[in-house]
């Protein structure tokens, strides 16, 4: 069964950091691209990072220079580091595998994780 698990969210203060993971089962991460994104309350869900097959990355302007997306292929793991935390970083956070990086967004298969959800205190 392909599943994507997302991990990692916590409650924080402003300025803190948290590493959220993305682990896969069934398949291969290291086979694809792989993005992040993420959905606030009451937005539409909106693309944060992307690392391509050959470990290129992108960032969404908003996260770029605070977060960070790397891969572990021995863990079958992506991971998001986010450092220097804002409230408007305030969201679910979910993974995903894709066809390829535009950019920042992943172009997703479809599966998804159940998201991870991240809370910056204000």
């Known amino acids: 069964q392909l599943q994507l698990v997302e991990s990692g969210g916590d409650l924080v203060q402003p300025g803190e950091s948290l590493r959220l993971s993305c682990a896969a089962s069934?398949?291969?991460?290291?086979?694809?691209?792989v993005g992040w994104f993420r959905q606030a309350p009451g937005k539409e869900r909106e693309g944060v990072s992307c690392?391509?097959?050959?470990?290129?990355?992108y960032y969404a302007d908003s996260v770029k220079g605070r977060f960070t997306i790397s891969r572990d292929n021995a863990k079958n793991t992506v991971y998001l580091q986010m450092h220097s935390l804002k409230p408007e970083d305030t969201a679910v956070y979910y993974c995903t595998h894709g066809h390829y990086c535009s950019d920042y967004r992943a172009i997703t298969y479809g599966l998804w994780g159940r998201g991870t959800k991240v809370t910056v205190l204000s």
């Open positions: 690392i391509s097959i050959d470990n290129a990355t």
């Open positions: 069934g398949f291969r991460l290291d086979f694809f691209p």
